[in-house]
């Protein structure tokens, strides 16, 4: 059984911006890119999540989150905090209602409803160490800023490679889409 994770990537200035809070090797090394996860998922059918993927990447929309704060999940986990937004949850909610159907929730079930912490990793599986130093220093100097969610992403947890990537349909009076 693998682990699969849908999630949603940003616009070029929002991704420059979040690659910039990054730290520790972990996600470089394993090419981790910026992202929100909508989902994970378990399947022994890579093909069957890619086709469930491919259905839902038409009725994701591109929004714009708007970054207020970091935190930290345990010790070894500092992330970018979204704030609240309703097409954000609405995009969330569609990827469940579609994944939980024909697939096992994976990690741990801290991607299902009730549970789902909106955020973007900036750094994994630190040292204790690490962690502090890092989180004291971007609370002190993070300032709040926006990008655009503009492209969905299939990936293969374990190990992280990203499966596909689409672009999140565009509207005609999309102001964000430019």
């Known amino acids: 059984m693998a682990l699969y994770s849908i999630a949603l ?5 929002g991704t420059a911006k979040l ?6 090797s972990y996600m470089f090394e394993n090419q981790i890119r910026p992202h929100l996860t909508l989902g994970m998922f378990e399947s022994d059918s890579e ?10 990447v038409d ?6 989150l708007t970054f207020g704060n970091m935190g930290m999940f345990g010790s070894s986990y500092i992330f970018a905090e979204p704030m609240a937004d309703p097409v954000m949850k609405e995009n ?9 159907k024909h697939f096992t929730a994976g990690d741990n079930g801290n991607y299902l409803p009730g549970r789902w912490v909106p955020h973007v990793s900036v750094g994994m599986k630190l040292s204790e160490e690490e962690s502090q130093g890092y989180f004291e ?5 993070f300032r709040s800023f926006s ?15 990203e499966l ?10 999309c102001a964000l889409c430019g």
């Open 59 to 64: 009725l994701l929309e591109p929004f714009t």
């Open 19 to 24: 690659l910039d809070l990054m730290c520790g």
């Open 137 to 141: 220093f971007a609370a002190e100097n």
């Open 9 to 13: 990537s940003f616009d070029s200035a």
């Open 47 to 56: 093909k069957e999540v890619l086709s469930y993927f491919l259905g839902l």
């Open 92 to 100: 969330f909610y569609k990827t469940y209602s579609i994944f939980s």
């Open 147 to 161: 990008c655009v969610a503009c492209r969905a992403v299939v990936a293969r947890c374990d190990p992280y490679k």
């Open 164 to 173: 596909f990537v689409k672009p999140l349909k565009q509207k005609k009076d």
